[in-house]
């Protein structure tokens, strides 16, 4: 059963009275001590728990964050990023200060900073009262409060850019400061999980860590690995697009530290991959949370919270045999057109990811797969008829969101292993990866030729970028990598030029079919479907029928070249400005950089 984020009392939850809609008011006394509440085990648990509350406020990152947040790259978009409005502002690279979906009191940048004051009492009251130390209870709480502060800041880091960096409860001198150096921010938030990470227990050693709705180890260093990374890459600066001056944050310095953490993890032996992509997927949607796989940490959504699949599913018409969640469900966003062409025809992630299909209008409460257009596709990775559990809220699904699953770590040790040891060094963990995408039968080729060939450096770190998008397509991680990489608008710029290519089936995309034909499968709800493959253009006669596979004119320019709004320079947009209500909020300390 799903985990359910209680404050257990009154008093537990008068703790956290400061923590209001606006960041900045200052905190209330505690009707109860702290030394009582971070002196007993299962006060501080309760407490712990409230700092996971604001992950599923109405307009943090279960209606605003997670929505928007890493759309649109050359793997995933906004199915409506053509519409010009608020919504698709912020996908596009064009969002304003006084963003509708954003500029509220309540809003995602509030609840973060709601999420760390919660964080701050609890770490100082661990300190204080709770002789935290490796092996205790109450050491493993001031570990998951660290890891659950050093995600909020993680986040907000990835958002905006520069931010004001808090690691104490605020008082009345702290209410007002302006922006710190994310550079001091990624060194504290390193050195806060190398600690963290003493006091987690890998996966299932303790009761704690038997869910993947808990913070454990792997997961700890994995993220480490995962910030480590970002914090020696490129970036959008006030003075440009470059990489950290720090020392502390050098390539060297951080890809050794990440190479560290991703093996530590994998020599663990504490997580492993499913034994395929779509059993892994399945077992998601089926909310499946035991931990030791695949999943390493999911931020948690009780069954009435939460909006992956109101989001990000196979889009559904109207409420049918698979759900009650309501009309129009899912198909928010999905995979760019080309994405599906770009797969190797063998690779098992193919079908997962990329679905062409919506279900239709159900009757007698029987929806049906329904063909589109050749410009939308859905996440397949997120189905509501994978689910076990019928979902009837009309506002949420309550499936959770993974944060990071182990391939992100095995690609991570590639990534790093590559930089420091060379191409050779890389290839196991790249090798891991690619086999569970391919049958057996493939794998001479398709794994140890593929990989093998990556001879050089540089062969290999391409390789890496095409496999991240393969691998993690709709699962908006794309963006922060491309930053990274220094590769977002030329991989945009190529997005575009590919879109273009297969909307007039020319270059890489000449032998996309034209005409799909189709029919039903003994179910009469599931399409079986011909044409989907290159070169798949013969009639295969009675019994299916044909629909046109096409996509051309002013309305296929016009969605291809809004993939950033034209004019926007997506390099000098990288992160979301701050919302006008927290500019004027901050007593002047608070100003846009990037021209916004």
Same mark, same amino acid.
């Given at each position: 059963?799903?985990?359910?984020?209680?404050?257990?009392?009154?008093?537990?939850?008068?703790?956290?009275?400061?923590?209001?809609?606006?960041?900045?008011?200052?905190?209330?006394?505690?009707?109860?001590?702290?030394?009582?509440?971070?002196?007993?085990?299962?006060?501080?648990?309760?407490?712990?728990?409230?700092?996971?509350?604001?992950?599923?406020?109405?307009?943090?990152?279960?209606?605003?964050?997670?929505?928007?947040?890493?759309?649109?790259?050359?793997?995933?978009?906004?199915?409506?990023?053509?519409?010009?409005?608020?919504?698709?502002?912020?996908?596009?690279?064009?969002?304003?200060?006084?963003?509708?979906?954003?500029?509220?009191?309540?809003?995602?940048?509030?609840?973060?900073?709601?999420?760390?004051?919660?964080?701050?009492?609890?770490?100082?009251?661990?300190?204080?009262?709770?002789?935290?130390?490796?092996?205790?209870?109450?050491?493993?709480?001031?570990?998951?409060?660290?890891?659950?502060?050093?995600?909020?800041?993680?986040?907000?880091?990835?958002?905006?850019?520069?931010?004001?960096?808090?690691?104490?409860?605020?008082?009345?001198?702290?209410?007002?400061?302006?922006?710190?150096?994310?550079?001091?921010?990624?060194?504290?938030?390193?050195?806060?999980?190398?600690?963290?990470?003493?006091?987690?227990?890998?996966?299932?050693?303790?009761?704690?860590?038997?869910?993947?709705?808990?913070?454990?180890?792997?997961?700890?260093?994995?993220?480490?690995?995962?910030?480590?990374?970002?914090?020696?890459?490129?970036?959008?600066?006030?003075?440009?697009?470059?990489?950290?001056?720090?020392?502390?944050?050098?390539?060297?310095?951080?890809?050794?530290?990440?190479?560290?953490?991703?093996?530590?993890?994998?020599?663990?032996?504490?997580?492993?991959?499913?034994?395929?992509?779509?059993?892994?997927?399945?077992?998601?949607?089926?909310?499946?949370?035991?931990?030791?796989?695949?999943?390493?940490?999911?931020?948690?959504?009780?069954?009435?919270?939460?909006?992956?699949?109101?989001?990000?599913?196979?889009?559904?018409?109207?409420?049918?045999?698979?759900?009650?969640?309501?009309?129009?469900?899912?198909?928010?966003?999905?995979?760019?057109?080309?994405?599906?062409?770009?797969?190797?025809?063998?690779?098992?992630?193919?079908?997962?990811?990329?679905?062409?299909?919506?279900?239709?209008?159900?009757?007698?409460?029987?929806?049906?797969?329904?063909?589109?257009?050749?410009?939308?596709?859905?996440?397949?990775?997120?189905?509501?008829?994978?689910?076990?559990?019928?979902?009837?809220?009309?506002?949420?699904?309550?499936?959770?969101?993974?944060?990071?699953?182990?391939?992100?770590?095995?690609?991570?040790?590639?990534?790093?292993?590559?930089?420091?040891?060379?191409?050779?060094?890389?290839?196991?963990?790249?090798?891991?990866?690619? #086999?569970?995408?391919?049958?057996?039968?493939?794998?001479?080729?398709?794994?140890?030729?593929?990989?093998?060939?990556?001879?050089?450096?540089?062969?290999?770190?391409?390789?890496?970028?095409?496999?991240?998008?393969?691998?993690?397509?709709?699962?908006?991680?794309?963006?922060?990598?491309?930053? #990274?990489?220094?590769?977002?608008?030329?991989?945009?710029?190529?997005?575009?030029?590919?879109?273009?290519?297969?909307?007039?089936?020319?270059?890489?995309?000449?032998?996309?079919?034209?005409?799909?034909?189709?029919?039903?499968?003994?179910?009469?709800?599931?399409?079986?479907?011909?044409?989907?493959?290159?070169?798949?253009?013969?009639?295969?006669?009675?019994?299916?029928?044909?629909?046109?596979?096409?996509?051309?004119?002013?309305?296929?320019?016009?969605?291809?070249?809004?993939?950033?709004?034209?004019?926007?320079?997506?390099?000098?947009?990288?992160?979301?400005?701050?919302?006008?209500?927290?500019?004027?909020?901050?007593?002047?300390?608070?100003?846009?950089?990037?021209?916004?």
């Amino acid at each position: 059963m799903k985990h359910k984020i209680l404050i257990a009392g009154m008093f537990v939850a008068s703790l956290f009275a400061s923590c209001s809609d606006d960041y900045l008011d200052a905190p209330a006394q505690s009707t109860l001590d702290e030394s009582v509440i971070f002196s007993s085990p299962g006060l501080a648990e309760a407490a712990i728990d409230g700092i996971k509350i604001p992950f599923a406020e109405t307009n943090s990152y279960r209606g605003r964050f997670l929505p928007f947040y890493g759309l649109n790259t050359d793997t995933e978009w906004y199915n409506s990023s053509q519409t010009v409005s608020d919504a698709s502002d912020l996908c596009t690279y064009d969002a304003k200060p006084n963003n509708s979906q954003m500029n509220t009191t309540n809003n995602a940048w509030a609840m973060m900073y709601s999420g760390i004051e919660r964080a701050n009492i609890c770490i100082r009251g661990l300190r204080a009262y709770g002789n935290p130390t490796p092996g205790s209870q109450l050491g493993y709480l001031l570990g998951e409060a660290l890891t659950l502060r050093a995600i909020y800041y993680a986040d907000l880091v990835k958002a905006w850019g520069d931010v004001p960096g808090r690691f104490e409860p605020l008082n009345n001198a702290t209410i007002y400061v302006g922006k710190t150096s994310r550079d001091e921010i990624y060194k504290q938030l390193l050195a806060d999980l190398g600690e963290a990470a003493t006091l987690v227990p890998w996966p299932g050693e303790i009761k704690e860590t038997t869910s993947v709705e808990r913070i454990n180890k792997a997961f700890v260093k994995g993220l480490r690995a995962r910030l480590a990374m970002v914090a020696s890459g490129y970036q959008q600066y006030p003075d440009g697009i470059r990489r950290s001056t720090d020392p502390a944050l050098s390539v060297a310095n951080m890809y050794a530290l990440a190479l560290a953490e991703s093996r530590s993890v994998i020599a663990s032996g504490s997580a492993h991959l499913e034994s395929s992509f779509e059993t892994f997927w399945k077992k998601y949607n089926q909310e499946y949370i035991v931990a030791g796989g695949e999943s390493l940490w999911e931020l948690p959504f009780s069954d009435g919270r939460g909006r992956m699949l109101f989001t990000f599913a196979v889009r559904h018409t109207t409420n049918d045999q698979f759900h009650a969640n309501g009309a129009n469900r899912g198909g928010t966003a999905g995979p760019l057109p080309t994405v599906f062409y770009d797969y190797d025809v063998k690779d098992t992630r193919r079908d997962v990811t990329c679905v062409p299909y919506k279900y239709g209008t159900a009757v007698n409460n029987i929806a049906k797969q329904e063909l589109g257009t050749l410009n939308t596709w859905y996440f397949g990775k997120y189905r509501y008829e994978w689910m076990t559990r019928f979902v009837t809220s009309t506002n949420d699904d309550g499936v959770n969101k993974i944060y990071m699953r182990y391939a992100e770590v095995l690609l991570i040790a590639a990534e790093a292993a590559n930089e420091l040891e060379g191409p050779a060094a890389a290839a196991p963990y790249l090798k891991e990866v690619r #086999r569970r995408a391919f049958a057996t039968a493939d794998q001479a080729t398709k794994v140890e030729d593929y990989v093998n060939s990556k001879s050089t450096k540089d062969a290999m770190f391409k390789a890496l970028v095409d496999e991240n998008k393969y691998e993690f397509t709709g699962e908006m991680e794309r963006k922060q990598n491309l930053i #990274r990489w220094n590769l977002l608008k030329a991989k945009l710029d190529e997005a575009k030029v590919n879109m273009k290519s297969l909307a007039d089936h020319t270059g890489n995309y000449a032998t996309v079919p034209t005409t799909l034909y189709y029919k039903f499968k003994a179910d009469n709800v599931s399409l079986d479907i011909y044409g989907l493959n290159k070169g798949e253009t013969t009639n295969p006669g009675a019994g299916y029928t044909s629909i046109a596979w096409t996509w051309t004119g002013a309305a296929a320019d016009t969605k291809i070249n809004t993939l950033y709004k034209p004019g926007v320079n997506p390099d000098n947009r990288q992160f979301w400005p701050i919302w006008q209500v927290f500019l004027e909020g901050s007593n002047g300390k608070l100003t846009n950089d990037y021209g916004y």
